[in-house]
């Protein structure tokens, strides 16, 4: 691990929040910086020492976890944020993409592997338990358009972006930034965002989030292993098995 991750954890209840930190304590590459009880501790915190990732509890007194991702994916862009619940709830996640959530995690989900998704959001995949399965791609928060199924095709896709336009667009759901993008196909800044505009209106898109989620739905995904040594031979049983999903 090249870059050490620093995360908040944000959960009120005083003895899960306590495992949580214990758990991730000697994981290789993250470093807790503080767990706090509120989301108002954990913006103020923020504020003085951004993180890179931050476990959010959406069940939080006061300002719930959903508000506060909002409030935060608008103050710190460069800092991701997994959603912790203890149910799978479609309408809650669908709430958890719209704030701006790059992951969606059950509560129940081992120290481990709640590592290895912490790892892998911090480079900018994106996570969501297998419930997002089974929402339909229209149903996706801030839609312009209600012809999303449409969109399901690759070739589709294909015949609505120019070849520099998709691969922008593959870029954009692999987690990359407007920069990096600028820097892989040595482009300008101001190119990079344009093409990723000219996506977001030839797809009738609203965000990044609805690229990646389109990417996934249209089969343009790698399903990666969150263990290396793990093998695995059929989409199904990553399903089954909580596997990471990695945009390309």
């Known amino acids: 691990m090249d870059k050490t991750i620093n995360i ?11 495992s949580i930190v214990s758990g991730l304590k000697g994981c290789e590459g993250i470093n807790v910086l503080n767990a706090f009880a509120t989301a108002e501790e954990c913006i103020e915190a923020m504020e003085a020492c951004p993180a890179d990732v931050i476990l959010m509890d959406l069940g939080l007194p006061q300002m719930n976890g959903i508000e506060a991702t909002k409030l935060i994916h608008e103050r710190f862009s460069n800092t991701h944020i997994i959603e912790l619940t203890s149910h799978e709830s479609e309408n809650e996640m669908l709430a958890c993409i719209a704030s701006g959530a790059r992951g969606y995690v059950l509560k129940s989900t081992s120290n481990l592997q709640l590592a290895d998704i912490i790892r892998a959001v911090s480079t900018g995949a994106f996570y969501f338990d297998p419930v997002l399965e089974q929402i339909p791609l229209a149903e996706i928060p801030k ?4 012809n999303f199924d449409n969109l399901y095709s690759f070739d589709n896709i294909k015949e609505k972006l120019s070849s520099r336009e998709l691969e922008v667009f593959k870029l954009v759901a692999q987690g990359k930034t407007n ?8 482009i300008s800044l101001n190119t990079a965002k344009a093409h990723v505009g000219n996506i977001l209106n030839k797809l009738q898109l609203s965000d990044r989030m609805q690229i990646a989620v389109l990417a996934y739905k249209a089969n343009i995904v790698k399903w990666h292993k969150l263990k290396k040594n793990y093998h695995i031979k059929t989409r199904q049983k990553l399903l089954n098995t909580s596997m990471l999903r990695h945009f390309y």
């Not at 839609?143 to 209600?146: A, D, E, L």
């Not at 920069?179 to 040595?186: D, Y």
């Open 143 to 146: 839609p312009n358009s209600t």
């Open 8 to 18: 908040y954890i944000v959960e009120d209840y005083v003895l899960f929040r306590l």
């Open 179 to 186: 920069p990096e993008i600028a820097e892989e196909l040595i």
